[in-house]
């Protein structure tokens, strides 16, 4: 062999030894690739589990959310106690007077005479720029008590020789209606009817006001019957 074909023994050992290394390198990675895949793939697969609890515990929770809105829980809720009902009371008394229709309408007409024949009226005034507005006070000693009321009243309208009527627009609640009835030329029948509140002094003896009242409004109508006849006299002829 001639020197030129020659290949020396140091190069071919040393090109193995590359040949070699270079293989060992390209199986490593090969190995570092896959175990780069698998660990990706395990990543994948943890993210994908994680992902999933995530989104059942949140799908758990939106139900439970969910339903948890129908749901009413009594010692989270402030119930404020509700505004007792007020009790009213009607009351009817009927009296034949003595004096013809039209005297006994006129004289009834007359508020602020009222209290000189109404065991329980103290005082009434009208008010002098608004005629169909008065203002009453009650004073009376009754179960054991000394009452005392006071309210604004609007008389609405009349019709005469038939009806006055009023209701309350301040202070103690109460409505009513005086009718007349033609018993003949010189009497007539008075129908007094009233409705009021019962005070909330007055709740206890409730059952017993009504015919408490019902026995002061027939006292009021026989001295009204005497009070229309001496008013019947002093009106001019």
Same mark, same amino acid.
């Given at each position: ?8 023994? =140091? ?7 590359? %040949? @070699? /290394?270079? #293989? &060992?390198?390209?199986?490593?990675? *090969?190995? !570092? ?5 698998? =660990? ?7 993210? %994908? @589990? /994680?992902? #999933? &609890?995530?989104?059942?515990?949140? *799908?758990? !929770? ?5 339903? =948890? ?169």
């Amino acid at each position: 062999m001639s020197a030129t074909n020659a290949i020396p023994a =140091s190069t071919t050992m040393s090109a193995a030894a590359t %040949s @070699a /290394s270079a #293989s &060992s390198s390209a199986h490593i990675l *090969r190995l !570092n690739h896959k175990q780069l895949i698998v =660990s990706l793939n395990g990543r994948r697969k943890s993210i %994908s @589990a /994680s992902s #999933s &609890s995530f989104f059942s515990t949140y *799908r758990f !929770n939106s139900s439970i959310s969910r339903s =948890s809105r129908g749901i009413s829980y009594p010692s989270s809720i402030r119930i404020r106690p509700l505004s007792p009902v007020m009790e009213w009371q009607d009351v009817t008394v009927k009296m034949e007077v003595d004096v013809p229709i039209s005297v006994a309408y006129k004289c009834y007409s007359d508020r602020e005479a009222i209290p000189e024949w109404m065991p329980f009226i103290s005082t009434v005034k009208i008010l002098e720029d608004k005629p169909d507005l008065s203002r009453w006070s009650l004073k009376y000693k009754a179960f054991g008590q000394n009452i005392e009321y006071s309210w604004l009243a609007r008389n609405m309208q009349p019709t005469p020789n038939q009806k006055i009527h009023w209701r309350s627009l301040e202070g103690l609640p109460n409505r009513g209606a005086v009718r007349f009835f033609p018993k003949g030329p010189s009497s007539c029948i008075i129908e007094l009817t009233v409705s009021y509140e019962v005070p909330q002094l007055l709740v206890p003896v409730a059952s017993a006001l009504k015919p408490f009242l019902e026995n002061l409004l027939s006292q009021g109508l026989e001295r009204f019957a005497t009070f229309a006849r001496s008013y019947s006299a002093d009106t001019p002829k």
